[in-house]
């Protein structure tokens, strides 16, 4: 088993950063890949980032790339989701989500373990 703790949610202006955590225990050698997810109230889950952590290679949904950054912290067994110029649509709440697949990691049903997820809202 793993187990996903995100945090580091919050509100922020228009234009604003934040950084959005996700602490991950248990049986963590078995992972390959990170993903970010995301659910506004009405909308269906949203693919965000991932990062294939064999290579380092990472994936974005356009809707935020060159905004969003995904990282890891191999010391402290944490993935992070840095966001910049945040806008309204950004809102929603974030889940991180971890993979034993290194393929197709835009689709949520590859992922075998998820956070409960941290609310980010973006407001003027």
């Known amino acids: 088993q793993v187990q996903l703790v995100d945090s580091g949610g919050g509100s922020v202006q228009i234009g604003g950063s934040l950084r959005v955590s996700c602490v991950l225990s248990?049986?963590?050698?078995?992972?390959?890949?990170m993903g970010w997810f995301r659910q506004a109230p009405g909308k269906e889950r949203e693919f965000v980032a991932a990062q294939d952590w064999m290579t380092g290679r990472t994936y974005y949904a356009d809707s935020v790339e060159g905004r969003f950054t995904i990282s890891r912290d191999n010391a402290k067994n944490t993935v992070y989701l840095q966001m910049n110029s945040l806008k309204p649509e950004d809102t929603a709440a974030y889940y991180c989500?971890?993979?034993?697949?290194?393929?197709?990691?835009?689709?949520?049903?590859?992922?075998?373990?998820w956070g409960q997820g941290t609310q980010v809202t973006v407001s003027s």
């Open positions: 248990g049986r963590t050698f078995s992972m390959t890949s």
């Open positions: 989500a971890a993979s034993r697949q290194r393929e197709y990691l835009r689709d949520g049903a590859r992922y075998d373990y």
